[in-house]
Structure formats: structure tokens, C-alpha cells
């Protein structure tokens, strides 16, 4: 099994920053990408980037210029660096991976909160 425990989610106000982690272990055979989902309230589930295992990036339009993801190869683990937070921005933040064989695994999610 592999098992995706992210952390770094909280409460911050409208212009300010957080910086998400997602560690990834168990049973990897490989990792094809890592990278983020978001869910708001009432909302699908979105991408807001990925990162690929070769370091190629794909970020969403509202992400742009704003977030930044990274990767940690040796230690499995990603990261979302998030600044100029806005209200919208408010989500519950999943980590996600694709593994071996297009297996996708998913985190238990992180709460990001905006204030304005």
C-alpha cells in the first residue's frame, strides 16, 4: 500500500502565504508525478498542479504566478508554496500521485483557509 499524509494547511489572511508537504510512503515501486488537487465547498475537485518525475510542471490558470510545487525525489515528497493567498483560494488541498502501473493514490486532504 502507499499512504500520502500531507501537512501544512491552516488559517491565514487574504495576501499572505502557506507552504503545504505531502510525504509519500508504503509500497513504491515508482512515481510517474505528484502534485495537488483542491476541493471547495459545494465545488469538483480541482488540479492546481503537478509535477512530473522528470520535473516538468503544470499549474492551473489560478495558480499561475501565485503557487509554486517542488519536489523532493530522494524523500518522496512534494510541496505547494502558495502566496498572494485569496478567499477563492479556500479549499480542502489533496495530495495526489500516480504511481506505478497509472495506479493514482490520494492523500486524506488539508484544509487551506483564507480570510479576507
Known amino acids: 500500500q502507499v499512504q500520502l499524509v500531507e501537512s501544512g494547511g491552516g488559517l491565514v489572511q487574504a495576501g499572505g502565504s502557506l507552504r503545504l508537504s505531502c510525504a509519500a510512503s508504503?509500497?513504491?515501486?515508482?512515481?510517474?508525478?505528484m502534485g495537488w488537487y483542491r476541493q471547495a465547498p459545494g465545488k469538483q475537485r480541482e488540479l492546481v498542479t503537478v509535477i512530473t518525475s522528470g520535473g516538468m510542471t503544470n499549474y492551473a490558470e489560478s495558480a499561475k504566478g501565485r503557487f509554486t510545487i517542488s519536489r523532493d525525489n530522494a524523500k518522496n515528497t512534494v510541496y505547494l508554496q502558495m502566496n498572494s493567498l485569496k478567499p477563492e483560494d479556500t479549499a480542502v488541498y489533496y495530495c495526489?500521485?500516480?504511481?506505478?502501473?497509472?495506479?493514482?493514490?490520494w492523500g486524506r486532504g488539508t484544509l487551506v483557509t483564507v480570510s479576507s
Open positions: 495526489y500521485m500516480r504511481g506505478a502501473y497509472g495506479m493514482d493514490y
Open positions: 508504503g509500497s513504491i515501486i515508482s512515481i510517474n508525478r
